[in-house]
């Protein structure tokens, strides 16, 4: 299949930051297993009693030294294997990341993991000059996967409601739109997708079993077209007129919170989460939100208070914004928010998942602000967290989880918490 990049002005290349290194458990299939065990490696003083892998779970990972960096991580931040043996000699994991590969239908959306410095930082060549890499990734996906893994039907709106993968691509390319609209605030962005996805879930795509009345490609384009005008005058035009959340969507919303920022191994592991009675007070805390913010990451202050992140960072500037922007239209334009990618959500729900990362990261943006970083990089930072865990934390793919969704949306405290934790006063 194809492989199409994005629109999205999105650069990557690493940077020898060796972060990556140190903040996953990289799986290894039996033949790279095998391969790197013909390596050589034993050889090395360094290597002397040093299991390569480590087996969880019936399932083989690259092992980490008690430093939290890989085993073959070196001094200078860069892998062993790749700088003797070449790219391809390290396990696909390695490789590929933080590239995303998303099927849709009849070719391969190239998405990017922004929890990775370089690509929040935007630093190197454009990924339309990536896509060779890219596609050598596909093809071994493509000679792996069980016989119609990739080939399966578009991720459904809602219930049962399904329609093609254009259409998909239609409604995520005016999300995208939308979100790309330098002439708005970026919370009020979102809530404009939040008011064209709540209209949406009212209507019946198959036109009630009326042939005639079926939204059809070319009726779906003009119906994003007309709600997304709608929206404009419908939203309030400042976050301040927006109605505070409630007491019940705020605790909600903590304890998504407490999921999206969470580092449960590597470097950057949270001291909270380290046995079971820190983790049940770190839940508490956050259900209650007294006190100081558990340290659930490393990067989280030491002695910031739930307080700090009601506090506004005030006016965001154009390098925050972007990033934001550039976040978020990334995730929608590959597809990442929803089907597979993102726990099998339906089309809105998936986009309402993608919406409470806006606010869940001006949360944390607050809280790391209090402990001395600067308004953009208490962004960055945020960004970085709560992308590491979005579509990969299996805890945001519970269904205790997702039901604490469908109550901030279904109650209106979603829109409301984009409103509430993007005001600038």
């Not at 290194?21 to 391969?35: F, G, I, L, N």
């Not at 000059?129 to 809602?158: C, I, K, V």
């Not at 996805?197 to 009345?213: E, I, R, S």
């Not at 409470?356 to 960055?380: K, Q």
């Amino acid at each position: 299949m194809q492989v199409r990049s994005l629109p999205v002005v999105q650069n990557w290349d690493g940077h020898s930051c060796g972060d990556c290194c140190r903040s996953y458990a990289v799986p290894v299939t039996a033949d790279e297993r095998r391969r790197i065990e013909a390596q050589g490696w034993e050889k090395l003083p360094e290597f002397a009693g040093v299991p390569y892998f480590v087996k969880r779970g019936g399932e083989f990972f690259l092992n980490h030294r008690a430093d939290g960096g890989c085993v073959f991580l070196g001094l200078d931040k860069l892998c062993r294997i790749h700088g003797k043996f070449g790219s391809a000699a390290k396990p696909l994991a390695c490789r590929i990341y933080p590239f995303l590969l998303v099927p849709a239908g009849d070719h391969w959306n190239l998405g990017l993991r922004l929890a990775c410095p370089s690509a929040a930082d935007n630093k190197g060549r454009p990924l339309t000059e990536q896509l060779h890499d890219a596609r050598e990734y596909a093809a071994f996906f493509e000679s792996t996967a069980a016989p119609g893994a990739l080939t399966g039907p578009p991720p459904a709106l809602q219930g049962r409601q399904v329609v093609p993968w254009g259409d998909v691509a239609r409604i995520a390319a005016a999300v995208s739109k939308l979100l790309a609209d330098d002439a708005e605030p970026f919370e009020r962005r979102w809530r404009k997708v939040l008011f064209v996805v709540a209209t949406l879930k009212k209507a019946k795509f198959d036109g009630g079993g009326d042939p005639k009345k079926a939204v059809t490609a070319g009726r779906l384009s003009e119906l994003l077209h007309v709600l997304g005008e709608a929206a404009g005058d419908d939203e309030p035009d400042t976050a301040e007129e927006v109605k505070r959340p409630g007491w019940a969507g705020r605790t909600v919303f903590r304890q998504l919170v407490a999921v999206f920022s969470r580092k449960d191994h590597g470097a950057e592991k949270g001291t909270a989460q380290r046995g079971p009675l820190r983790r049940f007070v770190s839940a508490v805390r956050f259900a209650t939100g007294c006190g100081v913010v558990p340290k659930v990451h490393a990067a989280l202050p030491d002695a910031a208070t739930f307080a700090a992140g009601e506090v506004s960072l005030g006016p965001l500037s154009d390098t925050s914004v972007s990033l934001l922007a550039r976040w978020h239209r990334v995730k929608v334009e590959s597809l990442q928010f929803c089907g597979a990618p993102n726990f099998g959500l339906a089309v809105w729900e998936g986009l309402e998942s993608l919406a409470l990362t806006f606010p869940a990261a001006m949360w944390l943006a607050r809280v790391l602000a209090a402990g001395g970083r600067t308004p953009d990089a208490a962004v960055a930072q945020a960004v970085r967290m709560v992308d590491d865990n979005f579509g990969f934390n299996p805890l945001l793919g519970s269904a205790r989880q997702k039901f604490a969704l469908r109550v901030l949306a279904n109650r209106g405290d979603l829109t409301r918490l984009v409103a509430w934790y993007g005001r600038t006063q």
